[in-house]
């Protein structure tokens, strides 16, 4: 491995542990200087921190050609009353898409809604926003988190879609348990692949490697194959010609989702070739954590963030 590879890989795991340490984001959070320094890296990756930036760059990206995913960030929320409050703002971000006549997906982690409290407590907070969604072109999408909270995303996953066919799930490529739980979804819905951002043990997981890119496009196949509507969520450049090449996205079942802020130059192109691409726009305070795995997916963020901070000039992305 020669030693600017071997570099990157060890910022990447860096910002992956930094990420997970509470008191580096309670400083961040606290510290007024700090976290407007941070919050201008952040920004070329969220659409700001109130409902309102959240829906107005959402209804923008729709405008432009893409389909939209939004997400209200938050995680790990232990607090009862805290739960309902990120409810209530997801409910309020439903009712909004639904009042701008924005068909759009509605992304969250389940721990953002009451699973680190009890999975009943996550499972009831889906359905209330079910129940809100119910009758509109709004979709409701579950993300994945780290892999010790996989079992209980996916058992509240099962059960609410169950009930609700518009409760779609995100898998990680990266884990090795991956391909028993997309065979063991037996229905056919929506679901999202991803390479996977957390940082897991050698034994649970496949590193960033050939081998995983070629993970991911079996899951991708076996996901379309079993009669999946496939979110492709990647900004890797293997992993998109060799869908392109393959006319995954000619098939209706199958999109390339890309993040906000993350080569809109690439997303444009591939649009205007005319495959459908959806955008995911994420909004809110909680973007510490965000920012730390958009570094470390790509490690040349890292730049592009040092340049954001320094400029302090306003983020413009240009899709």
Known sequence: MNEHLKLEQQLTTALKSIARRRDLKDYVEQNPQVNRILRQAALRYI????LQEGLETGEKIWRRGYFLSIEYIGENTSDAIQCEQAVAEMIALIQGLKQSGVPGRVSFDLSHIGL??????AYSN?????KQAEGTNIELFISMEESGKTEGILSVYKRAAAECSSIGITLQAHLTRTPEDLAALTSPGRIRIVKGAYQESA????????????????LVEAAIRQGHQVSIATHDDVIINAVLERGWL???????EMLYG????LANRIRSEGNPIRIYVPYGHEWYLYLCHRIAEYP?????????IVSGKGVENNY
Do not use: C, H, K
């Open 47 to 50: 659409a700001g921190d109130s």
């Open 116 to 121: 680190m409290i009890s999975p009943s407590l």
């Open 126 to 130: 889906l359905m209330e926003m079910a």
């Open 203 to 218: 034994y649970l997981s496949i590193v960033r490697s050939p081998e995983l890119n070629e993970r991911y496009l079996e």
């Open 250 to 256: 000619t098939n209706s079942q199958a999109e390339l």
């Open 262 to 265: 993350i080569r809109p130059d």
């Open 300 to 308: 040349p963020n890292l730049y592009q963030a040092v340049i954001d």
